[in-house]
């Protein structure tokens, strides 16, 4: 999944040329009381669920959007709601300015940030730990939830109850460094290449940490699933499973009651790494509208927050399992970007 600069290159001089000639006329026109009228606005989702369920838990979104940006003063008449084919065909319609919003993750944000741009992050139920410091998620645990909103999570390398597992624990624990013979030495759970936690994030970490790639690891198994991945850790068959932040909790029940370990998940397993943060989904709007401005940049970014603050719109956005949102700049992402650039370089080779 790379950037179609050429491609979009016709279409962005021609969008270009005709804003500089007729500005944002079309679906923009300014009121007698001073409200803005726009016919239509259309947003985009990407198909991380089945599309219809999409379309039906979202369907809500259209009034609830209407009412608070009528309060910004936008009168839109019209908002029309899809899911894309796929990911990338919501970033192209971003870029190309046929869609003017966008519900898109980092990563495709950043492979479409010469037509698009973020204007808030998605926040989840934040953890107690959020250090990048391997010893302190262990001296701290186990990991609770909090009632802060957090806008990023980390992924974590969690070492199991196997001696090679305990071993790498222990130097963790004891304040000295892994080295890579330590790390290579290990039998590693992967998950496919596309899971940022369970496997960009990580290989990121690897790269800035030794100069390696996750794929150079002499043991590794790709598991299905983080229930499958977890399994392995806790029979012995890996050493290490890469996953989210708050995957032990979501496995501690399972950790004695399906895998049958006698002790604890929290007593039998330890963090060996942590990767940077990884920002959540976006709210991303086309830099190729012929509707969006500064002025609708904001009044989207009130709205959308706004939205998240009400029952109903809870209800709305948990179809994508957001709680809320805040505002967010290009930044936030390079992270992101350092990621994708090495997919992009480990691909070339």
């Not at 919003?101 to 698009?116: E, Q, R």
């Not at 992924?155 to 071993?167: D, F």
């Not at 290990?186 to 030794?210: C, D, Q, T």
Request: charged share 30%; aromatic share 8%.
């Amino acid at each position: 999944m790379f950037k179609k600069v050429f491609k979009y290159a016709g279409v962005l001089a021609l969008v270009v040329t005709l804003t500089a000639c007729g500005g944002k006329s079309d679906g923009d026109k300014k009121n007698a009381d001073g409200s803005k009228t726009i016919d239509k606005l259309s947003v985009g989702f990407v198909p991380s669920r089945d599309p219809e369920e999409i379309v039906s838990a979202t369907d809500p979104l259209k009034n609830l959007l209407q009412d608070e940006l009528k309060k910004e003063g936008y009168d839109v008449k019209n908002i029309d709601i899809t899911v894309g084919t796929n990911f990338e065909a919501v970033g192209e319609s971003l870029s190309s300015g046929t869609l003017d919003v966008g519900f898109i993750p980092g990563g495709t944000y950043v492979l479409y940030d010469d037509g698009a741009e973020v204007l808030l992050t998605a926040t989840r139920a934040g953890l107690s730990i959020d250090s990048d410091k391997a010893k302190d998620w262990n001296d701290n645990k186990p990991t609770k939830p909090t009632d802060k909103q957090a806008e990023s999570y980390r992924a974590l390398m969690i070492a199991g109850p196997s001696s090679k597992g305990q071993a790498l624990a222990k130097k963790v624990n004891e304040g000295k460094e892994l080295s890579w013979d330590d790390l290579n030495g290990a039998s590693w759970s992967v998950m496919s290449s596309s899971s940022p936690a369970g496997y960009i994030y990580p290989s990121l970490w690897l790269k800035e940490n030794y100069d390696k790639n996750l794929s150079e690891l002499k043991n590794i198994v790709q598991s299905d699933s983080y229930g499958s991945a977890f399994a392995r850790l806790a029979s012995g068959q890996v050493d290490v499973v890469l996953a989210y932040a708050d995957a032990r909790r979501d496995f501690e029940k399972n950790w004695t009651k399906e895998y049958n370990r006698e002790k604890g998940i929290w007593d039998e397993t330890n963090v060996i790494g942590v990767t940077p943060a990884i920002y959540n989904d976006t709210i991303s709007v086309s830099k190729n509208s012929k509707v969006v401005d500064e002025d609708l940049k904001k009044a989207l970014q009130k709205a959308f927050i706004n939205i998240g603050k009400t029952e109903e719109g809870k209800k709305v956005i948990s179809i994508y399992s957001h709680e809320g949102y805040k505002e967010s700049t290009s930044k936030d992402y390079d992270n992101e970007r350092k990621a994708q650039k090495m997919i992009q370089e480990s691909t070339k080779k």
